[in-house]
Nanobody, 121 residues
Framework: VQLQASGGGLVQAGDSLRLSCAHS????????VGWFRQPPGKEREFVGR????????SYADSVKGRFTISRDNAKNLVFLQMDSLRPEDTAVYYC???????????????WGQGTLVTVSS
């Protein structure tokens, strides 16, 4: 099952943006939905994740205090609220699922096309 991230766009430094991740037909053992990003010319990196049952979150140090992940299980949506955006946040953002309590990119699956976020200075 592929997840679909949406809501990207072009913003200025200091602006906010909210991304959405639509997930359907998740397996019962799916533990978490993670957000990742891939800056131009760089490898994909972990941004944060939320557990589907308890709603526990964890974040990469680079976004801690600026980004917030939430979920709406009734609508099968996970959100990434991004505040105080910086030019270095420019990347294609993806969401994916994992059956494990992990931040390792390799342990996630269901990668969709992603959504581009561009932050101008």
């Amino acid at each position: 099952v592929q997840l679909q991230a949406s809501g990207g766009g072009l913003v200025q430094a200091g602006d906010s943006l909210r991304l959405s991740c639509a997930h359907s037909e998740l397996r019962l053992r799916t533990f978490a939905v993670g957000w990742f990003r891939q800056p131009p010319g760089k490898e994909r990196e972990f941004v944060g994740r939320i557990t589907l049952s308890a709603g526990l979150t964890s974040y990469a140090d680079s976004v801690k205090g600026r980004f917030t992940i939430s979920r709406d299980n009734a609508k099968n949506l996970v959100f990434l609220q991004m505040d105080s955006l910086r030019p270095e946040d420019t990347a294609v953002y993806y969401c994916a699922t994992s059956d494990f309590n992990t931040v390792r990119t390799s342990m996630y699956s269901g990668w969709g096309q992603g959504t581009l976020v561009t932050v101008s200075s």
